[in-house]
């Protein structure tokens, strides 16, 4: 796990890195730790290894769920492969494997987010034959926006359950 651990903060921070957003990763060795070798892991990690054993790059998924399919999909958070062992098939080796979890578990979808000006990254992504979901925006609350809505009181007093 040491070690694992120790690969999977290194790729986060690669990838921050390549993103040009080093200075926002906020995540600890110890939320890694829990996040994905505590005892009720939501997020896992897959590695992929030369043939000498040194991980070159990282999946990190979770589960989403589809009510218009009534079925579990995939959403690949982060995708990551060491700038000098690019173009020899590691990235697609890690969708390749995310993409046989789905059919093996039954599952509609993979689907993931590339920033808009990754071009690299998105013409990988079409090779293989993914499309582009451009009438969906993402949206996101967090720090303060999140804290203001979350502090709000429901309208009319009405109650979840």
Request: aromatic share 12%; glycine share 8%.
């Amino acid at each position: 796990m040491g070690a694992d651990l120790d690969v999977l903060d290194q790729f986060i921070r690669d990838l921050a890195h390549y993103e040009r957003s080093l200075d926002l990763v906020q995540a600890t060795r110890e939320q890694l730790r829990e996040s994905f070798f505590g005892p009720s892991p939501q997020v896992y990690c897959d590695l992929v290894e030369t043939d000498d054993g040194d991980a070159v790059g990282f999946a990190v998924w979770f589960l989403n769920y589809s009510t218009w399919t009534g079925t579990h999909g995939i959403y690949l958070e982060d995708l990551f492969v060491r700038p000098e062992s690019r173009g020899r098939g590691y990235g697609k080796a890690l969708l390749v494997h995310l993409a046989q979890e789905c059919v093996r578990q039954g599952y509609a979808r993979l689907q993931w987010s590339v920033l808009d000006w990754n071009t690299p990254s998105i013409d990988f992504y079409r090779s293989l034959g993914a499309e582009a979901q451009d009438e969906w925006t993402v949206h996101r609350l967090s720090a303060s926006a999140l804290r203001d809505v979350a502090e709000t009181s429901s309208q009319g007093g009405l109650s979840l359950s």
